[in-house]
């Protein structure tokens, strides 16, 4: 399937018309922005055997693209239980990149990182604490725009926002 074109937007529905491939089970998340910083969005959903058992997305005025993939991903283990058997996708590799890789040693180190301070820093403490504590929901990165119809969808939640200007861009399912 080929990328998106970076002005198309598609909603939900038009997603699950037009993709079909990848994984049909798990959580998969996406966060954007409109510049950078500008306003963004984050959503989420969580699919078992093709079926959304839950999804969320909301919008900060003001914010950056890593912020807003963070917030998917924190969102999302929130609403995980703890005993979720399921693994959780995410389009960013550095938000992946630090949570598997580079967090245990910030924390061992104090959340110090030896070339300077760790961005974020607020939100990569919490969803490192949420993916610690969802021991059989491992986060993975998935490719973005490839035509996963999953992470599709959860770009087209995190994008609610970009359509909906000025409307009340949360929702929970």
């Not at 180190?109 to 607020?122: D, F, H, K, Q, V």
Request: aromatic residues 10%; proline residues 7%.
């Amino acid at each position: 399937m080929p990328a998106r074109r970076k002005t198309e937007f598609l909603s939900p529905e038009e997603v699950l018309r037009r993709h079909t491939g990848g994984p049909d089970t798990g959580v998969f998340t996406d966060g954007s922005c409109e510049g950078n910083p500008g306003p963004g969005g984050w959503g989420y959903v969580w699919v078992e055997d093709g079926r959304i058992v839950a999804e969320d997305f909301g919008h900060e005025p003001e914010t950056t693209n890593n912020r807003m993939e963070l917030r998917a991903l924190i969102e999302a283990y929130r609403r995980l239980p703890e005993d979720a058997r399921v693994p959780v996708y995410s389009d960013s590799q550095l938000c992946v990149k630090t949570i598997n890789e580079w967090a245990p040693g910030w924390e061992r180190r104090g959340w110090r990182r030896r070339t300077g301070p760790i961005a974020n820093l607020e939100l990569v403490r919490e969803l490192y604490d949420l993916v610690r504590r969802h021991p059989h929901a491992p986060l993975r990165w998935i490719a973005a725009h490839e035509g996963s119809r999953w992470n599709e969808y959860a770009d087209a939640l995190a994008t609610t926002y970009l359509r909906e200007k000025g409307g009340n861009s949360g929702g929970r399912r």
